[in-house]
């Protein structure tokens, strides 16, 4: 399955009664998430770098206003739910942390999320719609926190965690904001860190996987469809806004 499909060939298979725009979704958690609200008969569209769906850099800044009215064409009206998950990691010693890579991690996982949740709320007032806001934060940025390594990554999702409250508050009754916040998820990307992780801190690739079960109540690692059904949990429960999800397996308890 792509990430993302157009409206008639969504609307032949499902009766489709709400839409819904998700970043980054060619794969891991964005996918996960498509794939979980079409089979809950949304009419959903990706946006990101490959795949189906609206193909952009959703780090160039100056270039989200017209990848958002690209993605309105393609959905054909605004939608009811946008989920915002495109992101980067940045793994290593905060002192070996580049300029490039910290400027590369606030604009994608800080900036852009908070400018096209900004055109995703311009579009609902103008249009006297309502909506929902879903960002995927993380676990890293949850309060007692104490896991070095991902500091950049960290100070961007914070800001993301810190701004639910007060939008909620600024955009309610009509739209609704809330946050997922992920521990480790089990993806491609993420086992690509640990793995740069492991040569970083000579510990073998085996006994980081290892450590990570251990220390969840849960004794497994969270999976891209948890945190799709987390965000389909927020969407059904309309008496939620301003949430934050703490979606980790029981690994951050707080």
Same mark, same amino acid.
Request: glycine content about 12%; charged content about 20%; overall charge positive.
């Given at each position: 399955?792509?990430?993302?499909?157009?409206?008639?060939?969504? *609307?032949?298979?499902?009766?489709?009664? #709400?839409? +819904?725009?998700? =970043?980054?979704?060619?794969? &891991?958690? !964005?996918?996960?998430?498509?794939?979980?609200?079409?089979?809950?008969?949304?009419?959903?569209?990706?946006?990101?770098?490959?795949?189906?769906?609206?193909?952009?850099?959703?780090?160039?800044?100056?270039?989200?206003?017209?990848?958002?009215?690209?993605?309105?064409?393609?959905?054909?009206?605004?939608?009811?739910?946008?989920?915002?998950?495109?992101?980067?990691?940045?793994?290593?010693?905060?002192?070996?942390?580049?300029?490039?890579?910290?400027?590369?991690?606030?604009?994608?996982?800080? *900036?852009?999320?908070?400018?096209?949740? #900004?055109? +995703?709320?311009? =579009?609902?007032?103008?249009? &006297?719609? !309502?909506?929902?806001?879903?960002?995927?934060?993380?676990?890293?940025?949850?309060?007692?926190?104490?896991?070095?390594?991902?500091?950049?990554?960290?100070?961007?999702?914070?800001?993301?965690?810190?701004?639910?409250?007060?939008?909620?508050?600024?955009?309610?009754?009509?739209?609704?904001?809330?946050?997922?916040?992920?521990?480790?998820?089990?993806?491609?990307?993420?086992?690509?860190?640990?793995?740069?992780?492991?040569?970083?801190?000579?510990?073998?690739?085996?006994?980081?996987?290892?450590?990570?079960?251990?220390?969840?109540?849960?004794?497994?690692?969270?999976?891209?469809?948890?945190?799709?059904?987390?965000?389909?949990?927020?969407?059904?429960?309309?008496?939620?806004?301003?949430?934050?999800?703490?979606?980790?397996?029981?690994?951050?308890?707080?």
């Amino acid at each position: 399955m792509g990430s993302g499909y157009g409206p008639k060939k969504a *609307l032949r298979k499902y009766r489709v009664q #709400k839409c +819904a725009i998700v =970043t980054g979704s060619s794969r &891991g958690i !964005g996918k996960a998430i498509i794939r979980a609200l079409l089979d809950a008969g949304y009419l959903a569209i990706g946006v990101q770098r490959t795949g189906n769906g609206v193909k952009a850099d959703l780090g160039r800044l100056d270039a989200l206003p017209e990848i958002w009215s690209r993605s309105l064409v393609r959905l054909g009206r605004p939608p009811d739910l946008v989920v915002l998950n495109a992101g980067i990691g940045v793994e290593g010693p905060f002192i070996d942390t580049s300029f490039e890579e910290c400027i590369s991690c606030i604009n994608l996982d800080l *900036l852009s999320p908070l400018l096209l949740a #900004k055109e +995703a709320l311009k =579009t609902w007032t103008e249009s &006297g719609a !309502g909506g929902h806001l879903v960002f995927i934060g993380s676990q890293a940025a949850l309060p007692g926190n104490k896991k070095p390594g991902h500091i950049v990554y960290t100070a961007a999702k914070g800001g993301i965690h810190s701004i639910i409250g007060p939008l909620a508050h600024e955009y309610g009754p009509s739209v609704r904001v809330n946050a997922v916040a992920p521990g480790n998820v089990l993806t491609l990307n993420e086992l690509r860190l640990l793995r740069k992780t492991s040569g970083l801190r000579g510990a073998s690739f085996r006994a980081l996987t290892t450590d990570i079960t251990r220390q969840a109540a849960l004794k497994r690692w969270v999976r891209p469809s948890d945190i799709a059904d987390a965000v389909l949990y927020l969407e059904r429960s309309n008496a939620l806004s301003g949430a934050v999800l703490n979606v980790s397996c029981g690994e951050s308890v707080h």
